[in-house]
């Protein structure tokens, strides 16, 4: 995979021959805040899935520096007594930047993982932030690790992280404060249901009032997923077979109302965006080197105004646009 990881276009022709191979295995993406024990609830997890009898493939996200663009990888560290398990494998990856905490590159190693065999793969996150909800497309199901005493409730609200979450873990739930952080989350569900209803509720009223005549109402929808809330403390192993009994559960509320399909087409979706985007930026970054010089060399112009950034970018664009 490190071929896939560092973005080598030979490996392009390998994943169009795994890609018909594709699409058999569940994937599992696991975020929340720095300090949660994502790392120590995956390790328990693992077990647990192999205990059913799964294979298991885990893509551990770290962050990249932004100095020497190389990444601690720590992940595999603290799996070792997995790493000599043939049923396992487990792979880190950096994030090269990327504002969703997921590389550009992990959606590959997802497809090359379930090309393997892999029953299961799991994808932990770097950790919660204002950007980081690319795993809810990336994954069918998405757990939400939090911990008592470490203010995840503000941190929910701002990363939008109630409409991430399929699964919430309390995480080291011996703790003092672990009841009241399930009050509330519990609570920020229900706020979440009332903020719709009175949404719901306005539109029929202004259609009502003001537009033309309603429509006939819709087919009945698919009773809508509550994502439970569940204590574990994964450290000492409780709470484990819980966890993944409520993802087997959500696994069949998506196969039993076709969400696993939509679920599939946003994945599909974002990574061929993803693809796409940086085809293009490969190309204008080659358009912009061969006519204008190398980028560290046009930035210096730029903070030097001796370039124009909009016009440069607007030039490159249209020299684009008509070699195409």
């Known amino acids: 995979m490190r071929n896939i990881d560092d973005g080598d276009a030979a490996a392009t022709a390998e994943l169009q021959a795994l890609f018909p191979r594709t699409g058999k295995a569940w994937v599992v993406g696991i975020t929340g805040s720095p300090g949660a024990g994502k790392s120590t609830l995956t390790n328990r997890l693992i077990a647990g899935y192999r205990k059913e009898g799964k294979k298991v493939g885990v893509i551990a996200v770290d962050p990249t520096s932004p100095f020497t663009g190389g990444a601690i990888l720590g992940d595999r560290i603290r799996m070792q007594e997995h790493a000599t398990d043939p049923g396992v494998f487990i792979r880190s990856l950096a994030t090269r930047g990327n504002l969703g905490g997921l590389s550009r590159a992990t959606g590959d190693c997802i497809r090359v993982m379930d090309a393997m065999g892999q029953d299961v793969i799991i994808v932990e996150t770097v950790g919660v932030g204002q950007d980081e909800i690319d795993i809810a497309q990336m994954a069918h199901t998405t757990i939400v690790v939090v911990v008592p005493g470490m203010g995840d409730d503000i941190q929910a609200i701002k990363a939008g ?164």
Do not use: C
């Open 161 to 324: 992280i109630l409409e991430v979450a399929d699964l919430f873990a309390v995480n080291k739930a011996d703790l003092d404060g672990a009841d009241r952080t399930v009050r509330e989350l519990r609570q920020m569900l229900e706020l979440r249901h009332a903020v719709r209803a009175v949404a719901d509720h306005d539109a029929a009223h202004r259609m009502l009032n003001h537009g033309p005549p309603a429509p006939a109402a819709p087919p009945a929808q698919p009773e809508e997923w509550e994502p439970p809330i569940l204590k574990v403390v994964a450290a000492r192993d409780q709470g484990i077979p819980e966890l993944l009994g409520a993802v087997e559960q959500h696994h069949l509320w998506l196969d039993a109302t076709g969400q696993r399909l939509k679920k599939e087409e946003a994945r599909a979706g974002m990574q061929f965006v993803s693809l796409l985007r940086e085809r293009l930026l490969r190309n204008a970054l080659e358009t912009l080197a061969r006519e204008q010089g190398r980028l560290d060399e046009v930035s210096r112009r730029i903070a030097q105004r001796a370039e124009d950034p909009y016009a440069l970018a607007e030039e490159i664009a249209a020299r684009l646009d008509h070699a195409s």
